[in-house]
T-cell receptor
Framework: RKEVEQDPGPFNVPEGATVAFNCTYS??????FFWYRQDCRKEPKLLMS???SGNEDGRFTAQLNRASQYISLLIRDSKLSDSATYLC??????????????FGQGTILTVHP | NAGVTQTPKFRILKIGQSMTLQCAQD?????MYWYRQDPGMGLKLIYY???????DKGEVPNGYNVSRSTTEYFPLRLELAAPSQTSVYFC???????????FGPGTRLTVL
């Protein structure tokens, strides 16, 4: 089983749509969770951290369910500029593993007019 | 601040050649990382460093070496390049554990 698994995608949605991405992780001791965004042929950049209480940043809402080891990202009112690959990222915990991130394979989102 | 810089941007190597991918950061981050990303795949950690003089293997270290003599620089060395090392290589840094990692623009390497 992969350490971090994401929806295979790709997602192709019209402008204004709401789209949700899901992610599961296998290490129950994982400590920190993130969504990164990667534009085509560019480097990943942090979109938002994910907290157990859920958190929102404008049109983006992230949720974490530690019991189910499940992370989600909801994008409301999609814009053309949201087209990118979204990476679910988990930070391992313990010993020499601090600071190391494990990336999911990414989900491609294309928003069309 | 330039953030994380990488050179070169592109490189084509012949099988068996060697090269060093350069990475520098000007944010005084203790933690630095090297990843590779194959098409349609997530990033895989090659090596990481928690400070000058300290390095450790990641998930896919075979065929690579690193050094960290200063806080700013974290070069990645490829010895005896193989076609399986064709990939995009990203260097990253962070200021603390489990925090945001800042990535360089990447080096696209092709081994023929």
């Amino acid at each position: 089983r992969k350490e971090v698994e994401q929806d295979p995608g790709p997602f192709n949605v019209p402008e204004g749509a709401t789209v949700a991405f899901n992610c599961t992780y296998s290490n129950s001791a994982s400590q920190s969770f993130f969504w990164y965004r990667q534009d085509c042929r560019k480097e990943p950049k942090l979109l938002m951290s994910v907290y157990s209480s859920g958190n929102e940043d404008g049109r983006f809402t992230a949720q974490l369910n530690r019991a189910s080891q499940y992370i989600s990202l909801l994008i409301r009112d999609s814009k053309l500029s949201d087209s990118a690959t979204y990476l679910c990222v988990v930070s391992s915990a313990g010993g020499t593993s601090y600071g190391k991130l494990t990336f999911g394979q990414g989900t491609i989102l294309t928003v069309h007019p | 601040n330039a953030g994380v810089t990488q050179t070169p941007k592109f490189r084509i190597l012949k099988i068996g050649q060697s090269m060093t991918l350069q990475c520098a950061q000007d944010m005084n981050h203790n933690y630095m990382y090297w990843y590779r990303q194959d098409p349609g795949m997530g990033l895989k950690l090659i090596y990481y460093s928690v400070g000058a003089g300290i390095t450790d293997k990641g998930e896919v270290p075979n065929g690579y070496n690193v050094s960290r003599s200063t806080t700013e620089y974290f070069p990645l060395r490829l010895e005896l390049a193989a076609p399986s090392q064709t990939s995009v290589y990203f260097c990253a840094s962070s200021s603390r554990t489990s925090g945001e990692q800042f990535f360089g623009p990447g080096t696209r390497l092709t081994v023929l």
